[in-house]
């Protein structure tokens, strides 16, 4: 095959997810202050305004995005300058980099090609996502430590401990997953993901691993230092946290990796525990629904279904994160570590226990 | 949404049910979705108010921003006898008298000046003038400023408003 | 194309490491291991051992690392204080047993030349865990018993009462 039409594939995936993505932070930004502000009796945003329009403040990220730029870019005197600086790429760079193995879609075949919608199908695929999210904590402990203040410094220890503990118990609880599929492959846990549990329910992560769902998505929460895991920038105790020292785009980008880490971690979530880009009951053909009624759909219908499923499931878990943390409190640190260590991990080692027990006497060979 | 005052059960012991967390953490979303869903569609019902261009009605005693009142010909009615400048507990206003040229007047301020910064709007000066000169009842807040300067209010601008 | 990326990320590893020891401020030390540890994980994909790859950057650059900076963090010198080393015995020794390790490796490529090209399966997460659960069980049985004594003997310092 043509080279160029392989570099223009591997471009256009780029492009589309990083613009997905990227789009979804922005709208991120607004969902969070928004929601925030109906979950509380509030209005919210709704100042920024073109031409007269506010259209509930959906020009605030705009405003918001315009103002880090041009804040002055100011480094407090006591900060190391070179890590001070690297601090906000190393936080950027592991979170952008994550988005590299998500599906969003299944293989489809253009011109007698099968091109995968997903930037890269490495084949430790789930592994490659924990190695590079694992660096994001550099990022917090850099910026925490070379500030040269007490608060980020506090804040930084607090969340390298955390996103440690954490780590843990997140790359237990997805084991299950990796057991029943019997890969590693985010492609293949999706596809694994279509078939029929008992001819009825959708063989979905949640539903063959529920306790693996439950703290994975936990886990997650906590990696992603979203509430009711902010302690790292827990404001009453430690003002912002790592981030304190930091102005203008610096502090933006770390606003930024922490949206995309939640879009990411979103995406994997409905990937590996909501099936992907698989819709409940449509096969190849069309709907084949239990029972043997059977509907044929066209096979470009097929799969903008399957992507819309994708992105309402992504879109889903967005929305979950603001919802939370509007509605569960921040836990005090040692609640925090004694749930990671003394909960989460023993009951994950369980799943996986108990996971083996049935694949080898019940199911022989995945469900 | 009506905010009333509710009685919760605290007791010692969490429930079985209430220590796993995520039920009660289900409950929670549920109330926070409530409280989502009827705001969305009761959006006229959300107490916040527009505040630039919506005011709240000051009360009438409210004690905003001073003003010095004018006699009927635009000169200060401040007679400048120290009164309210003895009275302040804050110590932040300073006057320095001159000789009136109006021979019906004894004295009238050069310099009036309230220093917004230290003011804690007690009121005392205004009680405590004999001449009802110095009033609070402009309705205002202090606006901020960028320097300390510009907010220490001379004679012209208490005059002013 | 293989040999030009082995060179490359070789020439990175050992740069870094290099970087490592020579830094006088730790934490840049500690960063320096960062990029050595990744570029050692980049050898490993190279071999398509990408298992091994991914392991390498999740416990080392992603735990072991994190840990050494928590320490650096805490005990956080300050720039003025930091120690001048001069070089010492002890650093002209450092260079020759470094000298004698790249000798000796040398001798053992010799030895046991790397089979040429090895299949893309070896590296992959079943490969490995049928030779660890088959030909190497033993080694990894004493492992980790060896690791369980590591973490009981660590709750027991930490714990003032068991
Ligand atoms: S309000 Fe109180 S503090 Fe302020 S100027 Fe009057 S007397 Fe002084
Ligand atoms: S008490 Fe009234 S009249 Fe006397 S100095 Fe103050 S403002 Fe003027």
């Known amino acids: ?37 109906y979950i509380q009796d509030r209005r919210g945003p709704n100042r920024a305004r073109i031409l007269g329009l506010t259209l509930g403040g959906v020009f605030h990220p705009l405003a918001d995005a315009l103002k880090f730029l ?36 299944p293989p489809v075949t253009i011109a007698g090609k099968t091109i995968a919608l997903q930037i890269a199908d490495l084949n430790v695929g789930i592994l490659y996502l924990f190695a590079v999210s694992g660096m994001a904590v550099y990022g917090v402990v850099l910026a925490g430590w070379s500030s040269n203040s007490k608060y980020p410094l506090l804040g930084g220890l607090r969340s390298s401990a955390q996103m440690i503990s954490y780590e843990v118990s997140m790359g237990l609880s997805v084991m299950g997953i990796l057991m029943v599929f019997q890969s590693v492959r985010l492609s293949e846990i999706a596809l694994g993901q279509g078939e029929l549990l008992y001819g009825i329910l959708p063989k979905w992560g949640v539903f063959v691993q529920p306790l693996g769902f439950v703290l994975f998505l936990t886990a997650l929460y906590a990696e992603a230092n979203r509430t009711p895991f902010d302690l790292p920038e827990g404001e009453s105790e430690l003002v912002a946290g790592y981030h304190l020292e930091y102005a203008s785009f610096k502090f933006s980008m770390f606003m930024m990796a922490e949206y995309i880490h939640m879009v990411v971690g979103a995406a994997v979530v409905s990937t590996l525990f909501f099936g992907g880009w698989q819709f409940p009951y449509l096969a190849d053909k069309g709907f084949a629904f239990p029972g043997g009624i059977s509907v044929a759909v066209p096979a470009a219908a097929v799969l903008i279904l399957r992507i819309g499923s994708f992105v309402g499931k992504t879109l889903f878990f967005c929305w979950l994160y603001v919802w939370v943390r509007w509605t569960v409190p921040r836990f005090r640190y040692d609640q925090v570590m004694r749930l990671g260590w003394k909960v989460m991990l023993p009951l994950s080692l369980l799943n996986i226990f108990v996971t083996g027990l049935v694949l080898l006497f019940i199911d022989k060979g995945g469900f | 949404m009506t905010i009333g005052v ?39 019902e959300i107490p916040t108010i527009e505040y630039p261009e919506v005011r709240r009605t000051m009360p009438a005693r409210f004690r905003g921003c001073h003003r010095l009142m004018k006699r009927p010909d635009g000169s200060p009615r401040c007679v400048a006898c120290y009164m309210c400048a003895t009275a302040c507990p804050a110590k932040c206003i300073t006057i320095v008298a001159g000789e009136s040229p109006d021979p019906a007047v004894e004295k009238y ?33 202090t606006p901020p400023e960028d320097t300390r300067e510009k907010l220490i209010y001379m004679i012209d601008k208490l005059l002013e408003k | ?79 003025n204080k930091l120690p001048m080393e001069r070089v010492t015995g002890m650093r002209l020794l450092g260079v020759v047993a470094a000298g004698l390790l790249i000798l000796e490796s040398a001798v053992l490529a010799r030895k046991f030349a790397m089979p040429a090209g090895s299949t893309a399966d070896a590296g992959s997460v079943q490969a490995v865990g049928r030779a660890l659960f088959t030909d190497y069980l033993l080694a990894f049985e004493i492992t980790s018993v060896l690791l369980l004594s590591a973490v009981i003997g660590a709750i027991a310092l930490a714990k003032k009462k068991i």
């Open chain 1, 1 to 37: 095959m043509n080279p160029l039409f392989d570099i223009a594939v591997a471009v256009a995936r780029v492009a589309v997810f990083f613009a997905f993505v990227f789009g979804l932070v922005v709208v991120m930004t607004w969902v969070e202050r928004k929601g925030a502000a």
């Open chain 1, 70 to 105: 041009f804040k002055e870019d100011f480094i407090p005197d006591g900060a190391h300058r070179l890590f001070y600086q690297l601090a906000p790429m190393f936080a950027l760079a592991p979170a952008i980099m994550t988005m590299a193995v998500v599906p969003f879609g």
């Open chain 2, 6 to 44: 509710k009685k919760v059960a605290r007791p010692e012991q969490m429930s079985f049910g209430e220590s796993l967390y995520l039920l009660e953490i289900m409950k929670g979303l549920a109330v926070t979705m409530g409280h989502f869903l009827h705001n969305i569609a009761h959006n006229k």
């Open chain 2, 109 to 141: 301020p050069v310099r009036f000046d309230i220093d917004m910064l230290r003011c804690v709007f007690c009121g005392q000066c205004v009680e405590a003038c004999p001449c009802d000169a110095i009033r609070m009842d402009t309705g205002w807040h």
């Open chain 3, 1 to 79: 194309m293989e040999l030009i990326l082995f060179i490359l990320f070789g020439a990175i590893a050992v740069g870094g490491a290099i970087m490592v020891v020579t830094r006088r401020h730790p934490m840049a030390s500690a960063l320096y291991l960062i990029l050595t540890l990744f570029a050692v994980a980049a050898l490993f994909a190279l071999r398509q051992a990408h298992f091994l790859a991914a392991i390498q950057v999740i416990v080392y650059a992603g735990a072991v690392v994190v840990l050494f900076i928590f320490v650096i963090m805490l005990v956080n010198v300050p720039e």
